[in-house]
C-alpha cells in the first residue's frame, strides 16, 4: 500500500504564489506515475498536471505558464508550484501516485488541502 499526505494549501490573494508538498510513503516503488488533482464543490474532480517516471509532463490548459509539477524520487515526494493565482484555483487539491506494480490498480489518493485564493 503507498499512503500519500498533502501539504502547503491555505489562504492566498491573486496573484500570490503557493507550494504544494505529497510525501509518499510505504510501497513507494511502485508508483509511476504522480499527479495533482482538484475538486470544487459539485464539480468533478480534475487533472491538474501529472508527471510520469519518463516522458512528457501533462497541466491542463488552465495553469499552464502558471503551476510547475516537480518530483523529488530520492525523498518521495512530489510538489506543484503555483504561481500567479486566481480565485478560479479555489479548490482542494489531491495528490494521487499510481503504478502497474501497485497493489491497487486505480491508485492512491491523499487526503487533500484546501487552497483559496481571495480577489
Known amino acids: 500500500q503507498v499512503q500519500l499526505v498533502e501539504s502547503g494549501g491555505g489562504l492566498v490573494q491573486a496573484g500570490g504564489s503557493l507550494r504544494l508538498s505529497c510525501a509518499a510513503s510505504?510501497?513507494?516503488?511502485?508508483?509511476?506515475?504522480m499527479g495533482w488533482y482538484r475538486q470544487v464543490p459539485g464539480k468533478e474532480r480534475e487533472l491538474v498536471a501529472r508527471?510520469?517516471?519518463?516522458?512528457?509532463?501533462y497541466y491542463t490548459d488552465s495553469v499552464k505558464g502558471r503551476f510547475t509539477i516537480s518530483r523529488d524520487k530520492p525523498k518521495n515526494t512530489l510538489y506543484l508550484q503555483m504561481n500567479s493565482l486566481k480565485p478560479e484555483d479555489t479548490a482542494v487539491y489531491y495528490c494521487?501516485?499510481?503504478?502497474?506494480?501497485?497493489?491497487?490498480?486505480?491508485?492512491?489518493w491523499g487526503q487533500g488541502t484546501q487552497v483559496t485564493v481571495s480577489s
Open positions: 494521487k501516485a499510481a503504478g502497474a506494480l501497485c497493489v491497487k490498480d486505480e491508485g492512491y
Open positions: 510505504g510501497d513507494t516503488a511502485c508508483i509511476s506515475t
Open positions: 508527471i510520469p517516471s519518463s516522458g512528457n509532463i
